[in-house]
């Protein structure tokens, strides 16, 4: 016999769902979720302006910085969206800049985990591939993966801005960053979800500041030129 889904809603006075109370949600619930989640995100878009213009200024400056990322599980994929970005495009066309994620690494990622604790999956990378004045952006819908919070602290040890993007606060991961957008809200998936909005609004912003100023962007061969 099929259990039709519960919504949540029905049952709470304060309109706020749980996982301790419920893991079912209707589509309905998980909008709602989603919704509410997405205020808490509202009220932090001026920082993820200024993770924006931080990247374009380290990316463009004169030692051509670059962007390192990392997560685990769906934050992994996310991470590797936004390198994507920046190597590819978000919007307007523009050179590519260095951005790498660490996740994808699977070679690193399978020695580092062979041979190390599991702590130092992405801190060793970040060591190895980062350079003072990079900048660092870790993903964790909790934010207290282990792994994460290593390469945070890691980072910062070699002069690496570290940003962050987690669930609620107060977490592990925010406190060991440099800057940290939070997600109130107790589902991955919505956290999951206002993490790939969060990451859009910095792409954009990077975009608009790089190409305020085209005397920043590097030169090089015109789109689908090159040989």
Do not use: K
């Amino acid at each position: 016999m099929s259990i039709p889904p519960h919504s949540f809603f029905e049952n709470t006075a304060a309109g706020v769902p749980s996982p301790d109370t419920c893991t079912h949600l209707t589509g309905s619930d998980h909008v709602a979720s989603l919704t509410a989640a997405l205020a808490s995100l509202s009220e932090q878009v001026d920082a993820l302006d200024r993770w924006g213009g931080l990247l374009a200024d380290v990316l463009c400056g004169e030692s051509r910085g670059r962007l390192l990322a990392a997560g685990n599980g769906g934050s992994a994929a996310q991470a590797q969206h936004l390198t994507a970005e920046l190597v590819g495009r978000y919007r307007a066309d523009r050179p590519p800049f260095s951005a790498i994620c660490l996740t994808a690494e699977t070679s690193s990622l399978t020695a580092i985990a062979n041979d190390y604790p599991a702590d130092e999956l992405f801190a060793r990378q970040v060591e190895a591939h980062g350079r003072a004045g990079d900048v660092l952006v870790l993903l964790s819908t909790s934010g207290r993966s282990p792994n994460a919070v290593a390469a945070a602290r890691r980072a910062r040890e070699c002069g690496i801005t570290v940003l962050a993007l987690t669930g609620p606060e107060p977490n592990p991961l925010a406190a060991a960053a440099d800057d940290a957008v939070c997600i109130d809200s107790p589902w991955t998936a919505t956290v999951q979800e206002c993490h790939l909005v969060a990451l859009h609004l910095v792409c954009a912003a990077f975009d608009a500041a790089v190409l305020a100023e085209p005397a920043r962007v590097p030169s090089g061969p015109v789109l689908g030129t090159a040989r």
